[in-house]
């Protein structure tokens, strides 16, 4: 029942910054984890960012430092705010949730385009 829908890609010069939204047609309960994943082409998918329904936050080598992901219970919304944006961080930008407790239940967004380009 739950889908996923992100926004907020675009294009954006070196050195510049994105705001990621990724909205739940559903409640998303404590019982899921949030994360974002982005993958570029010829590339495998990758995780950039997670976090817990208590706020617990893990981050990949690449953007720890630049990019913080956040959650909003209330609004069944995640976000991404990436800052001092490179031309590797361009790729589709997934959001995913996973159900902790029934880990077969997930959901994952369309994706979102970014690119990072001068």
């Known amino acids: 029942q739950v889908q996923l829908v992100e926004s907020g890609g675009g294009l954006v010069q070196p050195g510049g910054s994105l705001r990621l939204s990724c909205t739940a047609s559903g409640n998303i309960l404590g019982g899921y984890l949030m994360d974002w994943f982005r993958q570029a082409p010829g590339k495998q998918r990758e995780l950039v960012a997670a976090?817990?329904?208590?706020?617990?936050?893990n981050y990949a080598d690449s953007v720890k430092g630049r990019f913080t992901i956040s959650r909003d219970n209330a609004k069944n919304t995640a976000y991404l705010e990436m800052n001092s944006l490179k031309p590797e961080d361009t790729a589709v930008y997934y959001c995913?949730?996973?159900?902790?407790?029934?880990?077969?239940?997930?959901?994952w967004g369309q994706g979102t385009q970014v690119t990072v380009s001068s």
């Open positions: 976090i817990t329904s208590d706020g617990r936050t």
């Open positions: 995913h949730a996973k159900n902790t407790i029934v880990g077969i239940i997930e959901y």
